[in-house]
């Protein structure tokens, strides 16, 4: 439901370095789904809770879970659920919401897959919406808040300082994040939604000095570092942004989540032993198989990202290298396009990975690709950075698309490559192309 | 033994065991200097374009991208190495062959550093005893009591506890939370997992072993590869054709077509049967 969700693992650590039992009472600003607030009432039922956020979902939640009511009509494209006559109380019409939440993927979307689903929720809203009954019956109860207050975190705040409560702070990443989240639902659902100033994150600095200075305790969630603060809570997963605490607490927490590479048993390339007569072995892979070898062999500090399909290379059954694609990010080059998210090489030697950027346009590795995505396969593009006006590995086999610097300028050029399909199977692209023009040089100069 | 020391820059320790040397004073032992038990070793600060990192097919160890960063991050805050790297020179290459730390070096150079600090052998050694301290280097390196390291690490702040390599995850001092969504749920999608075979009996019969399980839940519909093919370009032409990128819409637009196609086929059909008495009239 929420992009910008605490990650359950964030709070733990949260719960690990505050001492709750010395607070007074808890104010928790932009609660979002109420995630903190129900794991503070299960371990602290005695702590008193004031919830806020300013967005429509939260607001009703929030109010139901203090027995309070406001005003709600879903209108334009959510207009059948004012006329339904089941959906009439409070409850109900918080319940209709969180579908309606739900639907909002869907709503402002015009294509075909969006309008299915939202046809979808139309037809079938009765099921949707008793389970979102169900849902808020079981969840209330663990909620019990003491207080909601729909408008400004930062209002908030001044609130928690006055009533010397602790402050629970999870404000957006990002300027207008809730904004356009929720932009469909402000277009359909009629409320009296708050006046409020935009949130910039670049104010946060100044907010949580604010904070510090006031003497309350605090726990404030950012993706930011500050050169005069200290963070206390680091949490990193992936290439996701990190999540860092400031809290007034003499305790710290450290969590980086990665997968482990699984190491598993093979015979690397020995580029003297190939012959015009060895035989290639494309053998698909799973992640973890590929992040183990890219441990090894490739740049020793890149964050790994799983692609669509993986395969390891094979001569004479010596490992040489593997391939992962990827779906890319934008299809600027066209929708048939994959994105070469690696092309490693376990040996820098006989210009081996010229051949694993070869083999990568392959059409027996892409129209597996093809099939496993459903959709016709037929141009690679992949991104090299070299301090060189040119990668020597893609030069000659691959199209230079375009080139740009690279923000930093000690990283030198970042360039993108693409080559059209080629209709050969890795085997042919050994025996016609890399063995005559490589690997038989390579072979006769060591045997020489 | 050869000769080529920097007298001015001896500081005898030991005996000639352990010494502090310039790098210009690093001696390049040759099978003639003997193979002692014995190992000497010389404690210097290099450039570290004198040293050769072992290529990683001749590495076992290996750090995860992770590990890497928070080394190198490490080096860059302390802007030193703070424990040296042992290295073999190599009279064939001029290089000093990095037998332990080669992890450390590559850090370093991310770190910006360009002076190494080495412990470098400076008895002749065979190639297996190389590869022995070498592996044992990575190997014999103790085994931590969880209590103690936990309140070590307990110790620290945070900017060292990141530093320390280890993590609130290396240890069971976190508690589980259990905490719902509020979401209601996706709809209930239908999956169907359709399984291509080649004509292999084998690989046919496990899959029917495997539709036979009670347990599973998804559906098995088997084909023959070049059916599949075929499906495959039946919905990458609806795909195309009717600008869909979404393959459930494309099969769906796919099967609608089908069906277009049918009642069409059943049309035709229709005419077809009305003609045909015309037809047994003309021959009567």
């Not at chain 1, 794991?39 to 109010?63: E, I, M, T």
């Not at chain 1, 949707?128 to 019956?137: E, G, T, W």
């Not at chain 1, 600095?205 to 904070?211: Q, R, T």
Request: with cysteine; aromatic share 12%; charged share 25%.
């Amino acid at each position: 439901m929420f992009y910008g969700a605490v990650p359950t693992a964030c709070i733990e650590q949260v719960f690990r370095i505050l001492d709750f039992s010395s607070w007074k009472a808890a104010y928790v600003c932009c609660s979002g789904s109420f995630r903190i607030e129900r794991a503070l009432k299960a371990k602290f039922p005695h702590l008193q809770v004031f919830s806020n956020d300013v967005s429509l979902y939260s607001s009703a939640v929030g109010y139901l879970a203090c027995h309070r009511e406001f005003n709600i009509r879903f209108e334009g494209a959510l207009a059948f659920i004012e006329e339904r006559p089941d959906v009439n109380s409070f409850f109900e019409k918080v319940a209709a919401l969180l579908v309606a939440c739900d639907m909002a993927r869907y709503g402002g979307r015009k294509n075909e897959y969006a309008r299915k689903h939202f046809e979808y929720y139309v037809e079938n809203f009765e099921l949707f919406f008793n389970r979102a009954k169900d849902r808020l019956d079981r969840t209330i109860p663990e909620m019990p808040l003491d207080g909601y207050f729909c408008g400004d975190w930062r209002k908030h705040v001044k609130q928690a300082i006055e009533s010397g409560a602790g402050i629970l702070a999870f404000p957006p990443f990002f300027k207008g994040d809730y904004e356009s989240q929720f932009k469909f639902i402000e277009d359909n659902i009629h409320w009296p939604a708050p006046d409020y100033d935009l949130y910039n994150p670049k104010m946060l600095g100044d907010i949580i000095d604010e904070v510090d200075a006031s003497g309350a305790p605090y726990c404030i969630l950012s993706d930011q570092l500050f050169e005069h603060r200290k963070p206390v809570l680091e949490y990193v997963t992936g290439r996701k942004v990190p999540h860092y605490c400031y809290a007034r607490t003499d305790k710290s927490s450290v969590r980086h989540l990665y997968k482990a590479p699984e190491p598993f048993a093979y015979d690397p390339i020995n580029p003297a032993n190939l012959t015009a007569d060895s035989q290639v072995q494309v053998v698909q892979a799973e992640s973890r198989h590929m992040d183990f070898i890219k441990d090894i062999y490739l740049q020793k500090t890149i964050i790994h990202t799983t692609g669509v399909a993986n395969f390891l290379i094979f001569i004479d059954k010596m490992l040489v290298g593997g391939i992962i694609y990827s779906l890319p990010k934008y299809p600027t080059f066209g929708h048939s396009t994959i994105y070469l998210l690696s092309d490693v090489t376990l040996c820098r030697e006989a210009k081996l990975s010229k051949f694993i950027a070869y083999l990568a346009t392959s059409k027996s590795l892409l129209d597996i690709v093809s099939k496993k995505l459903i959709s016709r396969i037929d141009f690679v593009v992949t991104t090299a950075r070299t301090h060189n006006a040119v990668s020597m590995k893609y030069r000659g086999i691959y199209e230079l698309l375009n080139r740009r610097e690279a923000d930093d300028p000690a990283e030198g050029n970042i360039i993108n490559y693409g080559s059209k399909m080629r209709a050969e199977t890795p085997q042919e692209i050994y025996s016609r192309w890399y063995w005559p023009k490589y690997g038989k040089s390579y072979v006769n100069k060591r045997k020489s | 033994m050869s000769t080529n020391e920097n007298p001015d820059a001896l500081l005898p320790i030991d005996g000639e065991q352990y010494r502090f040397i310039a790098a210009e004073a690093i001696i390049f032992p040759t099978p003639a200097d003997g193979d002692g038990e014995t190992v000497k070793v010389a404690f210097s600060a290099v450039p570290s374009s004198m040293l050769h990192t072992l290529a990683a097919e001749d590495n076992a160890r290996f750090m995860t991208a992770d590990q890497m960063r928070r080394l190198a991050s490490n080096l860059k805050k302390d802007n030193a190495i703070t424990s040296a790297v042992l290295v073999y020179p190599d009279v064939e290459s001029r290089k000093l062959i990095v037998l332990s730390g080669n992890h450390r070096v590559e850090a370093a150079l991310l770190a910006g550093q360009q002076i190494i600090p080495v412990m470098v052998i400076q008895s002749y050694l065979t190639e297996e005893r190389k590869l022995a301290i070498q592996l044992s280097h990575n190997a014999i390196t103790g085994q931590d009591d969880p209590n103690i390291l936990g309140k070590l690490y307990e110790s620290l702040t945070l900017e060292y506890k990141a530093y320390s390599g280890l993590t609130d995850d290396s240890f069971n001092i976190l508690e589980k939370l259990d905490i719902d969504s509020l979401a209601i749920g996706t709809p209930q999608y239908e999956e169907i997992l359709l399984q291509f075979l080649p004509a292999d009996k084998d690989a046919f019969m496990k899959h029917l072993e495997r539709l036979a399980k009670p347990k599973e839940k998804r559906t098995y519909l088997l084909a023959e590869y070049e059916d599949y093919s075929r499906l495959f370009d039946a919905i990458v032409a609806v795909k195309q054709f009717k600008n869909i990128f979404n393959t459930a819409v494309a099969i769906r637009a796919l099967a609608d077509l089908a069906i277009e196609r049918l009642q069409q086929l059943e049309a035709e059909a229709e005419v077809e049967a009305q003609a045909e008495p015309q037809a047994d009239a003309k021959e009567t």
